[in-house]
C-alpha cells in the first residue's frame, strides 16, 4: 500500500500573481483585526494580497473588501476546513478555539474545536500545494503545575493545568512535527492575555483582564473575580496583530528546531490598571465607574494555574515587536473603539 505522504500531488495551475490567505476564527475579535491590518498593507512578504479567507462559525458583519471571502462553518469538521482552505494558498493563521472557561466546561467541545480542528488545520496545509505557512495561535496556558511566580519562557517545562492549555501544547507539538518532517512551514505565537478587547464579557477565565479597563472607562461596573494583587501577563491587541504578521514573514533560515516563540508582555495587576484608567482619565476629563471586588474561586483557581511573568526575549531576538507601556494601550483602545 502507498503511503498517504508519498500520493502523487495534481499538478495545479497558481498565477505568479496569486497571494492567498487563511485565517480560522476570522469573524473574531483578532482574526477581524488581523485581516483588516493585512488588507491596509496590501501585501505579504512583499507580494500582493490577492484573497483572504475568513473561517468562522458566523460573522457579525458581510465583507467591507472584495478581496474577502467569509466561509461559515465548523472547524472541527474535516470536510468544511479543507473545501474552505482550498489546494493552494501561501499562508493560514490559525486562530480559531475555544477559550478558556468553555474548555473547562466542556470537554469533548474543546477536543473536537481546539485539538481536532488543529488537526484539521495543519492537515489541509500538509495536503496543500507547496509548502504553505501555518501560524497557530497558541497560550502561555501552556505553562502550569510549577511556582507559576516564576519567570517562565520557551525554556520552561509545559505542565498545563486546564484543558484549554493543554490542547495549545499539543498542537504546539504538532506545529514542530509537521515543520520537522517538511509538510508545512509551522511556527507558534504563545499569547499572554490579550487586552483591551471591545464588547461584553465572554466566557474566558481571563475575561477580566480587558474588563477591568474597559468597563470603567465606558462608565460601567467592573466586577472583579481574583486577587486586586494578582499578576498577570499582559499585552496589547495591536501588538498581537504585528506579532503574527511579522513572524510569518521572518525566514524559516531564523528558525529552529522548537516553532513556538512566546510574545514579551507586562506584568499587570487589577492595582496597577487601576491607577493607569484614573490616569487617562484625568487626562482626558473623562468620568469613570468602579472595579468592584466580585471574588470567584473557580475563576481564580485557574488563574493560579496560569503564569504571572514570561520572558519574550526569543521572539525580539527574530524581530517580534515588544509591547508598548501599558497606559498606550488604553489610549489605543479608546481611539480604535471608545465613545465617539
Same mark, same amino acid.
Given at each position: 500500500?502507498? @503511503?498517504?505522504? #508519498?500520493?502523487?500531488?495534481?499538478?495545479?495551475?497558481?498565477?505568479?500573481?496569486?497571494?492567498?490567505?487563511?485565517?480560522?476564527?476570522? $469573524?473574531?475579535?483578532?482574526?477581524?483585526?488581523?485581516?483588516?491590518?493585512?488588507?491596509?498593507?496590501?501585501?505579504?512578504?512583499?507580494?500582493?494580497?490577492?484573497?483572504?479567507? &475568513?473561517?468562522?462559525?458566523? /460573522?457579525? %458583519?458581510? @465583507?467591507?473588501?472584495?478581496?474577502?471571502?467569509?466561509?461559515?462553518?465548523?472547524?472541527?469538521?474535516?470536510?468544511?476546513? /479543507?473545501?474552505?482552505?482550498?489546494?493552494? *494558498?501561501?499562508?493560514?493563521?490559525?486562530?480559531?478555539?475555544?477559550?478558556?472557561?468553555?474548555?473547562?466546561?466542556?470537554?469533548?467541545?474543546?477536543?473536537?474545536?481546539?485539538?481536532?480542528?488543529?488537526?484539521?488545520? *495543519?492537515?489541509?496545509?500538509?495536503?496543500?500545494?507547496?509548502?504553505?505557512?501555518?501560524?497557530?495561535?497558541? #497560550?502561555?496556558?501552556? !505553562?502550569?503545575? &510549577?511556582?507559576? #511566580?516564576?519567570?517562565?519562557?520557551?525554556?520552561?517545562?509545559?505542565?498545563? =493545568?486546564?484543558? !484549554?492549555?493543554?490542547?495549545?501544547?499539543?498542537?504546539?507539538?504538532?506545529?514542530?512535527?509537521?515543520?520537522?518532517?517538511?509538510?508545512?512551514?509551522?511556527?507558534?505565537?504563545?499569547?499572554?492575555?490579550?487586552?483591551?478587547?471591545?464588547?461584553?464579557?465572554?466566557?474566558?477565565?481571563?475575561?477580566?483582564?480587558?474588563?477591568?479597563?474597559?468597563?470603567?472607562?465606558?462608565? %460601567?461596573?467592573?466586577?472583579?473575580?481574583?486577587?486586586?494583587?494578582?499578576?498577570?501577563?499582559?499585552?496589547?491587541?495591536?501588538?498581537?496583530?504585528?506579532? /503574527?504578521?511579522?513572524? #510569518?514573514?521572518?525566514?524559516?533560515?531564523? &528558525?529552529?528546531?522548537?516553532?513556538?516563540?512566546?510574545?514579551?508582555?507586562?506584568?499587570?495587576?487589577?492595582?496597577?490598571? %487601576?491607577?493607569?484608567?484614573?490616569?487617562?482619565?484625568?487626562?482626558? $476629563?473623562?468620568?469613570?465607574?468602579?472595579?468592584?471586588?466580585? /471574588?470567584?474561586?473557580?475563576? =481564580?483557581?485557574?488563574?493560579?494555574?496560569?503564569?504571572? =511573568?514570561?520572558?519574550?526575549?526569543?521572539?525580539?531576538?527574530?524581530?517580534?515587536?515588544?509591547?508598548? @507601556?501599558?497606559? =498606550?494601550?488604553?489610549?489605543?483602545?479608546?481611539?480604535?473603539? $471608545?465613545?465617539?
Amino acid at each position: 500500500m502507498t @503511503p498517504h505522504n #508519498s500520493w502523487p500531488r495534481l499538478a495545479i495551475y497558481i498565477p505568479l500573481n496569486f497571494m492567498k490567505i487563511i485565517i480560522t476564527g476570522g $469573524g473574531g475579535f483578532l482574526g477581524s483585526q488581523l485581516c483588516q491590518k493585512l488588507l491596509v498593507r496590501g501585501t505579504w512578504s512583499g507580494r500582493p494580497i490577492t484573497e483572504i479567507v &475568513l473561517l468562522d462559525a458566523f /460573522f457579525r %458583519e458581510a @465583507p467591507n473588501d472584495e478581496r474577502i471571502r467569509q466561509v461559515t462553518g465548523d472547524i472541527g469538521d474535516r470536510a468544511t476546513v /479543507f473545501s474552505a482552505m482550498g489546494s493552494a *494558498f501561501d499562508v493560514v493563521f490559525h486562530l480559531a478555539s475555544m477559550v478558556s472557561g468553555e474548555c473547562e466546561d466542556r470537554f469533548d467541545d474543546a477536543m473536537r474545536v481546539n485539538l481536532d480542528g488543529g488537526r484539521n488545520v *495543519f492537515e489541509a496545509a500538509r495536503a496543500a500545494t507547496g509548502r504553505p505557512r501555518v501560524i497557530f495561535a497558541s #497560550s502561555v496556558a501552556c !505553562y502550569g503545575g &510549577l511556582e507559576m #511566580s516564576q519567570m517562565m519562557s520557551d525554556m520552561t517545562k509545559q505542565l498545563p =493545568q486546564t484543558t !484549554y492549555g493543554m490542547t495549545k501544547a499539543i498542537c504546539e507539538m504538532l506545529v514542530n512535527d509537521h515543520s520537522r518532517k517538511g509538510h508545512f512551514d509551522g511556527r507558534s505565537v504563545r499569547l499572554p492575555t490579550v487586552i483591551v478587547r471591545p464588547g461584553k464579557p465572554n466566557a474566558a477565565a481571563s475575561s477580566w483582564a480587558s474588563g477591568m479597563f474597559r468597563e470603567p472607562l465606558n462608565g %460601567e461596573t467592573c466586577l472583579l473575580p481574583i486577587r486586586r494583587d494578582q499578576p498577570h501577563p499582559m499585552t496589547g491587541y495591536r501588538t498581537v496583530i504585528d506579532s /503574527f504578521i511579522a513572524l #510569518s514573514e521572518v525566514s524559516e533560515e531564523k &528558525l529552529g528546531k522548537d516553532r513556538a516563540y512566546v510574545l514579551p508582555a507586562h506584568r499587570v495587576t487589577p492595582q496597577m490598571a %487601576e491607577q493607569v484608567i484614573q490616569e487617562v482619565a484625568a487626562e482626558r $476629563g473623562m468620568q469613570i465607574s468602579a472595579i468592584t471586588d466580585a /471574588f470567584d474561586a473557580r475563576i =481564580q483557581g485557574i488563574v493560579d494555574n496560569w503564569p504571572q =511573568q514570561v520572558d519574550g526575549a526569543r521572539a525580539v531576538e527574530i524581530g517580534l515587536p515588544m509591547p508598548p @507601556p501599558l497606559k =498606550q494601550i488604553v489610549s489605543e483602545y479608546l481611539a480604535d473603539f $471608545g465613545p465617539r
